[in-house]
């Protein structure tokens, strides 16, 4: 009886996981075709990385901006590794878009992109989350925050409307963004020497960088939608 019950809650959580899914992406236009195609690839990211890196030198000794380069550098590979190398040749979870799913049928796809086999969990999740959880741990300034948090969000969103990612997949690549962070960010702490600097020096630098990126990315397909016309 407790099977049964358990397997019914088990195939409701797939069916909202599946209805969730196809309502972000049913909601499709050229112009968001085009945003969120850029948005969520990763090297239109690099000016906002490069800003993080920025906002380090100015407010923290050389071994500690050190520490947290390579420390970040740990966490993406490590969150990345756990979904590519570990969870997803287990779970075999195929995408949404991956034409061996019956679901890729209905499945709006932007410019043939279907991404690799494997859905669960998503790597683009876990990566931007691990990365917005140390830039929260290590600055703890509202704005960066806020700002970081919008873009994860944004990135999560993206995945779906693309229709390479179920809900879960994002979820449960945030946990682990969260844990491969936190983690990470103990043994950080403990060995770098890092104190919460309280006055931070040019924190809005990421948030005006990461801002422009986007209006860029708005600009851009305003254009491509134009020229189609």
Not at 127 to 138: Q, R
Not at 205 to 223: D, H, K, Q, R
């Amino acid at each position: 009886m407790l099977t049964i019950i358990l397997l019914t809650i088990f195939q409701q959580v797939l069916n909202w996981d599946t209805d969730i899914l196809l309502w972000v992406n049913e909601h499709h236009s050229f112009f968001w075709d085009q945003f969120m195609y850029v948005y969520s690839g990763r090297w239109v990211w690099v000016p906002l990385y490069v800003s993080i890196a920025y906002v380090l030198v100015r407010n923290f000794s050389w071994k500690v901006t050190l520490f947290a380069l390579l420390t970040i550098t740990v966490i993406i590979t490590l969150s990345d590794q756990i979904c590519a190398s570990l969870i997803r040749p287990i779970v075999c979870r195929l995408r949404p878009s991956n034409l061996n799913n019956p679901l890729s049928a209905v499945i709006h796809v932007v410019d043939n992109y279907r991404g690799g086999p494997f859905s669960f969990p998503s790597a683009h999740a876990s990566n931007s989350w691990a990365l917005t959880f140390f830039v929260i741990y290590l600055f703890r300034n509202k704005a960066i925050s806020v700002f970081i948090v919008f873009w994860a969000l944004l990135t999560c969103y993206s995945r779906m409307y693309l229709g390479v990612h179920y809900p879960s997949d994002l979820f449960v690549g945030m946990l682990l963004g969260l844990a491969c962070a936190s983690v990470v960010f103990y043994f950080f702490q403990k060995y770098s020497g890092y104190s919460h600097e309280m006055n931070l020096r040019q924190y809005t630098i990421p948030v005006i960088v990461g801002g422009l990126t986007i209006t860029g990315i708005v600009l851009f397909s305003a254009i491509e939608c134009y020229l189609i016309q």
